[in-house]
């Protein structure tokens, strides 16, 4: 099993910057993907990043060249770097491990508005 804590969110307007922080309660350097997904009110939750064991990454379209996803494996902590917010990055942030099973942190808030 893995606990996932995600941190980083708030307010911020748009052009601004962030950056989420998800700190697993274990090892991060054999889990086969860890991610982060976002999700509003009444729709589906989505895919933003994801980092593969291997270092691979891949991004959401809508987020390519704004986002970058990376890993710090000696503070088992995935973070994601979110530059040049827009409004519609307005959303609860997750994070997620993707192992023999799937795990999900509690989410965090991003709030993009002037």
């Known amino acids: 099993q893995v606990q996932l804590v995600e941190s980083g969110g708030g307010l911020v307007q748009p052009g601004g910057s962030l950056r989420l922080s998800c700190a697993a309660s274990?090892?991060?350097?054999?889990?086969?993907?860890m991610g982060w997904y976002r999700q509003v009110p009444g729709k589906q939750r989505e895919l933003v990043a994801v980092?593969?064991?291997?270092?691979?990454?891949n991004y959401a379209d809508s987020v390519k060249g704004r986002f970058t996803i990376s890993r710090d494996i000696a503070k088992n902590t995935v973070y994601l770097q979110m530059n040049s917010l827009k409004p519609e990055d307005t959303a609860v942030y997750y994070c997620?491990?993707?192992?023999?099973?799937?795990?999900w942190g509690q989410g965090t808030q991003v709030t993009v508005s002037s």
């Open positions: 980092i593969t064991s291997g270092g691979t990454t």
């Open positions: 274990r090892s991060i350097f054999r889990i086969k993907a």
């Open positions: 997620n491990a993707n192992d023999v099973a799937t795990y």
